[in-house]
């Protein structure tokens, strides 16, 4: 019997020393996933530490891209209220324009010279006596104008007005005067008319002999009278016109330039065209509204009115202008207003 139970201590001891060093690892491992643990938990809180700096900035950055989506809602509206300025301004001009045009006509003669100061002449009415110098005329254009529904191209005829010497109401310095508007036929007959004439002065610079008129004694025995030169120049019909001084054109980036050596005019430029025909640069530019036109010479078809009062842009233009912009204004204003809207949750 103290055999057996021997036996059966032997045999308990190993089974007992395995499970307390089972029993040893177990709490040593244990030890280990509690400090591993510890020191993940510890390395997250530090790694999540500037979580909340990022998601400031993020708000920040998201409040700013909402503003900016409300931009071109802002530049659009400023645009339609500055056509309501540019409105009011262009109804006062055409206001200030047609008061002008309702005053009396001035004389521009020795008792009423004229006054260089072009603002306070401009879209004044004046009456100007003289005499056309055609030779020297200048075709503005091309220039299209509309009759019967039929559209024609022509130009503007705009040619110097000469004082008449002696005559206390004429002038008593050149002008120009855009008498209205010539069709294209009328300017390629001006332009052979001006060869022919070049060409006649050309041959009388030729020396020749003296013939039989200009003799002394066929001067005694004819009968013929001789004008002199300043005489037949003076026999020109002189002609009243009454027209309104203007100012020279602003043309667009799409005008080209004039170019006056070959006699190409665009635009209206008062210096330019009267330094091309040898008058001073501060020559007045007068546009002519008389309205009655001889049937028998139709040409050329002064302005009137209504045309020359009117501008590129209309206060009826620039209120549809107004409303183009407050349109678009609102559009882009509700799309931006529908992006940051918060979406809601489908029940």
């Known amino acids: 019997m103290a055999t057996s139970l021997y036996k059966l201590l032997t045999r308990s001891k190993p089974h007992s020393h395995m499970y307390s060093t089972s029993h040893s690892l177990q709490k040593h491992f244990s030890a280990v996933a509690d400090s591993s643990f510890s020191t993940s938990a510890a390395l997250g809180s530090q790694t999540s530490s500037p979580a909340p700096t990022q998601v400031s900035d993020n708000k920040r950055g998201s409040r700013w891209t909402q503003l900016l989506l409300f931009l071109p809602g802002a530049i659009t509206f400023g645009l339609g209220s500055w056509q309501i300025v540019r409105r009011e301004e262009k109804i006062k001009t055409l206001e200030y324009q047609q008061q002008r045009l309702k005053m009396e006509p001035m004389k521009l003669n020795a008792e009423h010279p004229p006054d260089k100061n072009l603002d306070a002449l401009e879209f004044r009415r004046v009456s100007c006596k003289g005499v056309f110098d055609e030779q020297k005329s200048i075709y503005l254009g091309p220039r299209s104008r509309s009759i019967s529904g039929v559209t024609e191209n022509g130009y503007y005829v705009i040619t110097p007005l000469l004082p008449i010497p002696g005559d206390l109401d004429s002038m008593q310095s050149p002008i120009l005067v855009n008498r209205g508007w010539v069709p294209r036929s009328w300017r390629d007959k001006a332009q052979e008319e001006s060869t022919e004439s070049d060409s006649v002065t050309n041959e009388s610079t030729v020396v020749k002999p003296p013939s039989i008129e200009q003799s002394s004694w066929w001067k005694f025995w004819s009968k013929t009278p001789v004008v002199p030169k300043e005489q037949a120049i003076s026999t020109v019909k002189p002609v009243e016109v009454v027209g309104v001084i203007r100012g020279g054109e ?87 207003y529908k992006r940051i809207k918060p979406k809601s949750g489908r029940r």
């Open 250 to 336: 602003n043309p667009s980036i799409f005008v080209p330039a004039n170019d006056p050596s070959i006699g190409q005019w665009f635009y209206v430029d008062v210096p330019a065209m009267a330094r091309a025909i040898g008058l001073p640069e501060d020559t007045i530019y007068v546009e002519d509204v008389h309205e009655d036109i001889d049937r028998s010479n139709p040409y050329p078809v002064p302005k009137d009115i209504n045309t020359l009062i009117r501008s590129k842009v209309m206060p009826q233009d620039h209120l549809n202008y107004c409303i183009t912009w407050y349109s678009l204004s609102a559009a882009v204003t509700f799309m931006a």
